[in-house]
């Protein structure tokens, strides 16, 4: 299997467990920086890498009225004084092919959400910037699907490609996981994350909005590590119940250390057994 390097950060390395995190969206500058900051801290003090990751324009919201984010201009300045001044990596998603170069310009891991992971344009756009490129799984693929959307990436000059679970649908308004889809698009060549909390979302359950089911978030995200993911992604808010996107289900920040402590742990012993 390819590893996927980004300064210090080996995805893909089985004694390594990389944790990517942050806010749903981009809620206010001073939030941000201040969130990045306590996440990176506990990152540090559990010796484990962190790349931050928030998005500066959901434009999937389910409602017209919902809450989006400062925008592209904006946003990106917002990123690029994280990655700048609190040298933390940082990773977000973009949702047309003429964002990639700003967005690569910001960023250190561009994301191509899940929604348009076969959006040929958009692949080839995000691997002409030279990037690593993490592709969500859509909900409605199988994972040898990813192969196909692995060949779109290499085609277009890319191999430094990142592949995320995130649930599956399964009738309307919920998602379900098959764990063994990690070790299934591992074997596709590149590391694998687990997205802990997109996969305990219940996509448009509230009619205006996604639900969730975040108690169910440390058994999910245990599972993952023990199927082989290569790190966990997991969106963090101070207080989830005040989040302007996905709140339902994001993971309080108070919960943070307890939880990565033990998937660390589940890693190690792992690679040991390996």
């Known amino acids: 299997m390819h590893k996927v390097a980004l300064r210090s950060i080996i995805f893909g390395d089985p004694h390594q467990l990389v944790l990517i995190g942050g806010p749903c969206v981009i809620e206010n500058e001073k939030s941000t920086m201040l969130l990045a900051e306590k996440i990176s801290k506990i990152a540090k003090d559990l010796k484990t890498p962190y790349v931050f990751k928030a998005s500066f324009d959901k ?17 990106l300045r917002i990123l690029a004084r994280i990655k700048k001044e609190l040298k933390i990596p940082v990773l977000t998603d973009f949702h047309t092919p003429e964002q990639a170069k700003p967005v690569a310009e910001a960023a250190d891991i ?8 076969r959006q040929t344009d958009l692949l080839i756009a995000a691997a002409k910037t030279g990037k690593i490129v993490n ?18 990436l290499e085609e277009a000059g890319c191999k430094k490609i990142l592949l995320t679970e995130r649930g599956t ?4 308004n919920n998602l ?13 060549g590149y590391p ?17 909005a996604s639900g969730g089911m975040a108690e169910f978030i440390p058994t999910l995200a245990r ?15 101070e207080n989830p119940a005040r989040a302007l996107s996905d709140g339902p289900n994001a993971l309080a920040l108070s919960k943070l250390g307890a939880l990565l402590k033990e998937l660390i742990a589940l890693k190690k012993c792992g690679a040991t057994e390996k």
């Open 59 to 75: 434009a999937n919201r389910s409602s017209i009225r919902s809450f989006r984010g400062p925008g592209l201009q904006k946003g």
């Open 110 to 117: 561009l994301q191509i959400p899940a929604f348009l992971c």
């Open 135 to 152: 592709v969500k799984k859509g909900q409605f693929l199988s994972p040898w699907e990813m192969g196909n959307v692995i060949q779109k």
């Open 169 to 172: 649908s399964f009738g309307y």
């Open 176 to 188: 379900v996981n098959d764990f063994r889809s990690i070790p299934v698009m591992r074997g596709l």
């Open 192 to 208: 694998v994350i687990y997205d802990a909390t997109h996969s305990v979302q219940l996509p448009g359950g509230k009619g205006t």
């Open 223 to 237: 599972c993952a590590v023990v199927a082989g993911a290569d790190a966990v992604f997991m969106e963090i808010h």
